[in-house]
């Protein structure tokens, strides 16, 4: 699991050495987007066998990049190789506005990994025209363009402009409307030929009941009919992205020459086993093995592991961090994870649904390093893996909070007007520029290293039972339980938190988020679909609605804009106190009905009136609601055959990585 960005525009605080004042956190804006740079403080004071390893893992990082591309819709790869090579041969005006255009349409294809919003998953278009795109594809001597079998160059131009432009092919890559075939309704590539039924008959076919450790089935594999037949095709070695798989393998071989301990090196192995035979068996084994192992200071994730691209969520898209642990930031997570029996003994859900004994909660702070696959550009702030319910419940879960990357946004957003414009009074910015960082990220700890792993479900519930609303209540779930427990006395206790006015900030944020400024990344006439964002709209809806008669957050109108204002914080505590009992209840008991009114009713529906004005408001800023970062490049340092150093450079130039990145890490074909 992963948890987002809260809003990119937060907070504003922090003391920065000289050093990183000089250091350029924004690079450019496009469209909806903006691109940002980390830094990786500390990397130096590393061994050079740990600065080696993380140079390794971060080519197994980047070699997998392509197969994000062709996982998300099946002629993406087609589409980008097709606009790189007319960035690098046209021979017309570079200056027009159609060429701007153009470049920027080439920039959000590299953005989301594909022809989709990487958020909101529709199809986004060009600000060009199609006979635009003729004139490109015809001015652009010396381009190898990828015609398909049969295809001549005519052809070739006429189908690329139907993926391009035409709104009804491939509209959404992942389309959640239960009304409809979750299958056919969506342009993810781990499907051909089968629907919905289909599906779910072949993994119940194969399914083993009563299995308390099952595999993570289909979890590596597009299915596919062919002839009448049902079949899995595997990500592995001699299967499908074998190409880009054994690139991998080769830097991970190489890294287990460097491993810091013996059990990493076996994890190493297993993970290599894993990727030849594509065995779900050894997946979890491997898993087993890394969340088990706490003592390297480097650490990393890579494989298929998130199923957010799947409608039917089982199959993963591929991505990879590495990493490093901050072991003085970590400490604050160390004191959590000590503290989570009592956090779960205490939490006000029934007793039924509490975690008797709470096993291995592993939290970090980690220093990142390099970002891959479905984790680049637009990166998680969290994770917490492995996924598996079954390896969770036995052997625990590790979970990181990314702390150089939410200095990166903080960095990035300094000075630019979004908390004066939308918070309702000066002490709520003079609060959350004193406290918003420190408390944004130990939301994060609470959210990814206690929230999901707390609670049980009672015998016989299944983990699926909330189909379509599993993943925003299980976010609502574990948003709730940081944030009841923000405002508790124990954070000062235990000195996490300074005083009340830190969990107040978040407080703050978190409503005025809710509420209203998350509605940026929302387009006119659309509802909210993804999880966290209904997650947050459900929390922050309900809890309004139900302090609605004592005032809890009042809502305040002044020269023609909305303000929120929470009036009563402890009161707000215990609303929330009670949504998270009963969310644990929804989820324990698996009662989808109550689930989908809980979701239906808070989480999705958007205010007309008060999106349009926070459209207005925040165009007026000229920001963008999602951000996305370049990687540092990390770059040996030899005498002869030997790595004698890794050292890093900062790069400044997106369309430069992204046109690296294409010429060094293309391992796939166009068409698997
Ligand atoms: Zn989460």
Redesign the pocket.
């Known amino acids: 699991?992963?948890?987002s960005i809260l809003s990119c525009n937060q907070t504003e605080n922090k003391k920065t050495s000289e050093e990183e004042k000089d250091f350029q956190f924004l690079i450019e804006q496009f469209a909806d987007i903006k691109i940002m740079r980390y830094q990786i403080p500390g990397i130096e004071e590393l061994s050079l066998d740990q600065k080696k390893l993380i140079y390794f893992l971060s080519e197994a990082a980047l070699a997998g990049r392509d197969i994000i591309f062709d996982q998300n819709y099946k002629y993406n790869l087609s589409v980008r190789r097709t606009l790189e090579e007319i960035l690098k041969n046209y021979q017309g005006d570079r200056q027009t506005k159609e060429w701007i255009d153009f470049n920027v349409y080439l920039k959000r294809v590299w953005f989301s990994n594909g022809i989709h919003h990487h958020y909101s998953t529709d199809k986004f278009m060009p600000a060009f025209d199609q006979e635009y795109l003729a004139t490109l594809i015809n001015n652009s001597p010396g381009s190898v363009f990828p015609l398909m079998e049969g295809q001549d160059p005519g052809t070739f131009t006429n189908w690329i402009t139907k993926v391009i432009f035409d709104p009804e092919t491939a509209p959404k890559r992942v389309n959640q409307n239960p009304e409809k075939d979750l299958i056919e309704q969506s342009a993810c590539n781990f499907y051909e030929g089968v629907n919905q039924e289909e599906v779910e008959a072949y993994y119940e076919g194969i399914r083993v009941p009563g299995d308390e450790t099952p595999i993570s089935y289909g979890l590596n594999s597009k299915l596919v009919k062919d002839n009448g037949k049902v079949s899995e095709i595997v990500y592995k070695v001699d299967g499908m992205y074998g190409q880009a798989i054994s690139r991998i393998i080769y830097w991970l071989d190489k890294a287990i020459a460097v491993a810091e301990t013996e059990d990493q090196k076996e994890a190493l192995e297993v993970l290599i086993g894993y990727y030849q035979s594509g065995d779900l068996e050894l997946w979890d084994k491997y898993n087993v093995l890394w969340v088990e192992d706490l003592v390297p200071l480097v650490d990393y994730v890579n494989g298929f592991i998130e199923v957010y691209g799947d409608p039917m969520g089982m199959k993963a898209t591929w991505e990879s961090v590495v990493n490093f642990k901050d072991i003085e930031a970590t400490q604050r997570s160390i004191i959590i994870s000590d503290n989570a029996q009592w956090f779960e003994d205490h939490s006000p859900t029934d007793p039924r649904f509490k975690k008797g004994e709470v096993k291995g909660v592993s939290a970090k702070v980690i220093t990142v390093a390099q970002l891959g696959g479905d984790c680049y550009p637009s990166t998680p702030i969290?994770i917490?893996l492995p996924n598996a319910d079954w390896i969770r419940r036995d052997h625990g879960s590790k979970s990181v909070t990314m702390d150089n990357i939410t200095f990166a946004y903080d960095q990035a957003s300094l000075g630019n007007g979004f908390l004066e414009e939308f918070c309702a009074s000066h002490e709520e910015i003079e609060r959350i520029k004193e406290y918003g960082y420190l408390a944004g990220n130990i939301h994060t700890d609470l959210?990814?290293c206690l929230?999901?792993g707390s609670g049980q479900l009672l015998p016989g519930t299944s983990s699926d039972a909330l189909k379509n609303y599993h993943s925003a209540l299980?976010?609502s779930r574990?948003?709730l339980f940081a944030l009841y427990y923000m405002l508790s006395p124990k954070m000062q206790e235990l000195g996490l938190l300074p005083d009340k006015e830190a969990a107040m900030a978040e407080y703050d944020s978190y409503l005025r988020n809710g509420l209203m400024t998350q509605l940026t990344r929302i387009q006119p006439g659309k509802q909210i679909e993804q999880a966290?964002m209904r997650n947050r709209q459900l929390i922050s809806r309900w809890c309004f609605e139900n302090g609605r008669e004592e005032n809890v957050i009042e809502e305040i109108k002044r020269d023609g804009k909305t303000y929120y204002k929470i009036n009563d914080y402890d009161k707000l505590n215990v609303l929330l106190g009670e949504l998270l009992a009963e969310v644990q209840r929804i989820k324990s008991e698996g009662d989808y009905e109550a689930g989908k009114v809980l979701v239906e009713s808070y989480g999705v529906k958007v205010d007309s009136g008060l999106h349009a004005e926070v459209l207005e408001r925040y165009q007026k800023l000229n920001l963008a609601p999602y951000g996305g970062f370049i990687n540092p490049v990390l770059l040996p340092v030899y005498e002869g055959e030997n790595i004698i150093d890794v050292i890093v450079e900062y790069p400044d130039d997106y369309t430069e990585q992204m046109m690296k990145y294409a010429k060094e890490y293309s391992y796939l074909p166009t068409y698997n």
């Open positions: 699991m992963s948890i969290g917490n959210h990814e929230g999901h299980e976010e574990a948003d966290h």
